[in-house]
């Protein structure tokens, strides 16, 4: 079966530390992959995606993630975390043969302290 | 350019109504789903469609039927509510036909309650 899975509920920062929010994917072949943010009450928002290429990759507001095969994990890190950063954080993954199909992590809640 | 666009925002059924839930999109995407949200679960797939008049079933489809007449619309409908369908509804579409390479845009959710 097809997961994605997100290890910790929570992740607190103090405000310029630097951040990580785990996560490892159990797909199979080449899986596409994707960080997304969720503020309260809206939809998920788009962050970075990794396809192909060098393993770490650059997305919005700072954000990036490294993609690590051998360990087939994708975690997202920032290295000076703010305040407006605290929000729900969502790994997926899509299997490239799949149609239709992206499996999502259960979410981690970032919170950043000033 | 609206987006996506999910009504209503807020709902509340009795156990046994039925009722649609509206997205449209006006990105000219092909590809449309419904993700329900559930504290802890995280997104899971409900409908998902390719394209009008091609619908398929995600990994949650049971007590949800789904449409796709236009590329624009993809409502979800709920037969007969049942309190287990209380839950956060999102919609998204992705210019991407095949293998979602493109990231999914979303609406903003319908928070059903059902008692």
């Known amino acids: 079966a097809q997961s994605v899975a997100q290890p910790e509920d929570q992740v607190n920062v103090a405000e310029g530390n630097p951040l990580t929010v785990k996560c490892t994917y159990s797909?199979?072949?080449?899986?596409?992959l994707f960080w997304y943010v969720q503020y309260p009450n809206r939809g998920l928002q788009f962050l970075l995606k990794?396809?192909?290429?060098?393993?770490l990759v650059k997305g919005s507001y700072g954000f990036e993630a490294e993609f690590n095969k051998s360990q087939t994990s994708f975690h997202l890190k920032k290295p000076s975390a703010l305040v407006s950063d605290s929000a729900l954080y969502f790994c997926?993954?899509?299997?490239?043969?799949?149609?239709?199909?992206?499996?999502f992590g259960r979410g981690t809640q970032l919170t950043v302290w000033p | 350019n609206a987006g996506v666009t999910q009504t209503p925002k807020f709902q509340v059924l009795k156990t046994g109504q039925s009722m649609t839930l509206q997205c449209a999109q006006d990105?000219?995407?092909?590809?449309m789903s419904w993700y329900r949200q559930d504290p802890g679960m995280g997104l899971r797939l409900i409908h998902y469609?390719?394209?009008?008049?091609?619908?398929d079933q995600g990994e949650v489809p049971n007590g949800y039927n789904v449409s796709r007449s236009t590329t624009e619309d993809f409502p979800l409908r709920l037969l007969s509510a049942a309190p287990s369908q209380t839950s956060v509804y999102f919609c998204?579409?992705?210019?991407?036909?095949?293998?979602?390479?493109?990231?999914?845009?979303f609406g903003n959710g319908t928070r059903l309650t059902v008692t």
């Open positions: 469609s390719v394209g009008a008049g091609i619908t």
């Open positions: 990105m000219n995407h092909e590809y």
């Open positions: 990794y396809i192909t290429g060098d393993n």
């Open positions: 797909v199979s072949g080449n899986p596409y």
């Open positions: 997926a993954a899509s299997r490239g043969s799949t149609l239709g199909r992206l499996y």
């Open positions: 998204a579409s992705s210019p991407n036909l095949g293998t979602l390479n493109s990231p999914l845009h």
